[in-house]
């Protein structure tokens, strides 16, 4: 009886107040209205980043520069790449100095037929060490910095490591081909130099892209420490750096004759050791065919797209 007194009471109540209060209903709170929001003017689409435009430039020259700061904080691995070469040529040269004439060419001694192996190597050695700078950086977290910086292509990351390794090598092919000069090996002509220049800069534009997509595909350093390791003298020794392809069995004739590293040694080698030279000269002979200075510039430019194509996707997700 008590709860049905109770509960009668409390509707009546109910009543009462409604009665009361016909058009304020009994709510438990009162909410203000949801503001109506205006639909958003759609946002263009970002343009296409200019390659050519100042701001990409500045941004290029900023990236180089802080490598290059980084150099001049640690100058031994500068030294170091001018001296192993060096060594390379002063210890092969005095080895291999006994050979007969006309051995490796004709009217060509072995540090002339050894400068131009021993030019492509650093080159390529320089090229391949490329990614290890972004790795460190993207392992001790600067590169999050660098990605969050509103720059107007993230391409130009890639760009200012590729000028970087370019002016290495330079450094490094001037310090050779003069120590080569003065053991012998003479100097090639002004255009020869310009092939040598050509050749070097596709070598190294290709090497230096694998190594950065390598950069941000391997999990660490020490990962791509091993992979360096593993590929760099295996590529040099199947190669045609030490000894031409008629000195090698069949299958190592293949092998080298398909190494991008003998696509750049024989061009060079060739303008080395003839003061003339045309697009169309034959520098090789391999067991597929022969190979001419354009042949070479036009493989070692196609592996450059095969590397691009390659990487495209790794690159995308690590400067994403």
């Not at 109910?14 to 503001?35: D, G, H, R």
């Not at 060739?270 to 190979?291: C, E, K, L, Q, R």
């Not at 070479?296 to 196609?302: E, H, V």
Request: net charge positive; charged share 10%; glycine share 6%.
């Amino acid at each position: 009886m008590r709860y049905s007194f109770l509960g009668f009471k409390g509707f009546y109540t109910y009543l009462l107040i409604v009665a009361i209060c016909p058009n304020k209903p009994m709510t438990q709170t009162s909410l203000p209205p949801l503001p109506i929001q205006e639909p958003q003017p759609k946002q263009p689409d970002r343009p296409m980043p200019n390659f050519l435009s100042a701001d990409f430039r500045q941004e290029v020259t900023a990236l180089t520069t802080r490598l290059f700061i980084q150099l001049r904080r640690r100058p031994t691995t500068l030294i170091a790449g001018i001296l192993q070469p060096l060594m390379w040529l002063l210890l092969f040269g005095a080895l291999f100095s006994g050979l007969p004439k006309g051995l490796v060419g004709d009217g060509q001694t072995y540090v002339q037929f050894l400068a131009a192996g021993i030019i492509v190597f650093t080159a390529f050695s320089s090229a391949l060490n490329s990614g290890l700078p972004m790795l460190f950086d993207r392992e001790f977290g600067f590169l999050n910095r660098i990605l969050v910086a509103p720059l107007v292509s993230r391409f130009s990351i890639i760009a200012a490591s590729a000028i970087f390794i370019i002016a290495l090598s330079t450094v490094q092919t001037l310090a050779i081909v003069s120590v080569s000069g003065l053991m012998g090996a003479g100097l090639p002509s002004l255009s020869g130099l310009a092939v040598m220049a050509l050749i070097l800069m596709l070598l190294i534009v290709d090497f230096t892209m694998l190594s950065l997509g390598l950069a941000f595909a391997m999990p660490g350093h020490q990962e791509m420490l091993a992979f360096i390791f593993l590929v760099n003298l295996p590529l040099m020794f199947s190669s045609t750096a030490l000894a031409p392809l008629t000195f090698m069995p069949t299958w190592l004739q293949w092998i080298a004759s398909l190494n991008p590293l003998s696509w750049a040694i024989e061009p060079i080698r060739y303008v080395y050791s003839h003061s003339t030279w045309a697009w169309d000269s034959v520098v090789f002979i391999a067991p597929w065919g022969s190979m001419t200075i354009a042949n070479s510039a036009i493989a070692l430019l196609g592996f450059g797209i095969f590397v691009s194509i390659f990487i495209r996707g790794t690159l995308r997700r690590g400067v994403a």
